[in-house]
């Protein structure tokens, strides 16, 4: 059984830095002047730590991609000690363009002594610029990935991210959706893997067309202040109601992979 984690780990492990290294190259085509600065950390309350990298060029006035895999003895957000294992990428985006909508994206692994699951998904955040077309691509995307699995998990996954990314104090919601789930276990690990990595590998596939659409818009200095505004909401729910960055927190995380979230300005 042992091996058999083990050898889980690495290939979850294996897939998420490529993927990682894919999105992080991906992105830098875009910005000719610029690369990701990358930072290690160690985690201090088990073993493990993570990569940062973050750039700041013309496209993106802030983006980040990091990797994380700790382990310790105490789950976070659980009420009882539990030894727990935890691995993601998770990104962010804040386009120097309002006219490019930030695009957020997470897939996680997590191991307990005696169950898994799987979570993750992406969702889309115009600043005040939406584009029906844009929203229409995006989960396009997401429901074709999602249908070659099982035509179930686009409209609940759906669902989820609609519940998910609401902002109680705006009354409404943090973007125009994408997909969210979490605690996936279906019994079927490989099953489950392989729409895990389904999702992670049709990420670019949904921004990518977005981005070389948008970003040489012109915008004027009203839809820049339209833009920090909205960033504000941004700012909000990640701070008051993401499940993620409590996790982070209450892990004893790196606080500052963590807070890479936050965009580089924003206005209230």
């Known amino acids: 059984?042992?091996?058999?984690?083990?050898?889980?780990?690495?290939?979850?492990?294996a897939y998420l830095k490529t993927l990682?290294?894919?999105?992080?190259?991906?992105?830098?085509?875009?910005?000719?002047?610029y690369r990701f600065q990358r930072?290690?950390?160690d985690y201090h309350n088990g073993s493990g730590g993570g990569e940062m990298s973050v750039i700041r060029g013309d496209?993106?006035?802030?983006?980040?991609?990091?990797?994380s895999g700790v382990s310790g003895n105490q789950l976070p957000m659980s009420d009882k000690e539990e030894p727990f294992f935890a691995t993601g990428v998770s990104l962010i985006t804040h386009m120097m363009n309002p006219h490019a909508p930030t695009v957020h994206m997470n897939i996680r692994y997590i191991e307990t002594n005696d169950r898994f699951w799987f979570g993750g998904g992406y969702d889309l955040t115009p600043m005040g610029l939406p584009y029906?077309?844009?929203t229409q691509h995006f989960h396009e995307t997401a429901k074709t990935t999602l249908d070659k699995f099982d035509r179930k998990l686009y409209?609940?996954?759906?669902?989820?991210?609609k519940k998910y990314f609401y902002i109680p104090h705006r009354n409404k919601e943090r973007g125009v959706g994408g997909i969210f789930f979490d605690y996936?276990?279906?019994?079927?690990?490989?099953?489950?893997?392989a729409m895990w990595q389904g999702v992670g590998n049709t990420f670019l596939d949904a921004i990518m067309p977005l981005y070389k659409r948008r970003v040489n818009t012109p915008y004027t200095d009203?839809?820049?202040?339209?833009?920090?505004?909205?960033?504000?909401?941004?700012?909000?729910?990640?701070?008051?109601?993401?499940r993620g960055t409590k996790f982070g927190f209450q892990s004893g995380g790196n606080p500052e992979a963590i807070l890479c979230s936050m965009p580089p300005m924003a206005k209230w």
Not at 228 to 236: G, S
């Open 39 to 41: 930072k290690d950390w």
């Open 184 to 193: 996936h276990n279906s019994g079927d690990f490989d099953a489950d893997l």
């Open 222 to 242: 009203e839809q820049k202040d339209l833009q920090q505004k909205m960033r504000a909401h941004y700012v909000e729910f990640n701070l008051v109601y993401d």
């Open 1 to 13: 059984m042992t091996s058999l984690i083990t050898d889980r780990r690495e290939i979850i492990i």
């Open 20 to 33: 990682r290294a894919d999105i992080v190259q991906t992105f830098e085509s875009l910005e000719p002047n």
């Open 59 to 67: 496209v993106f006035e802030k983006a980040a991609v990091n990797w």
């Open 132 to 134: 029906d077309d844009d």
């Open 155 to 161: 409209p609940n996954f759906s669902a989820w991210a």
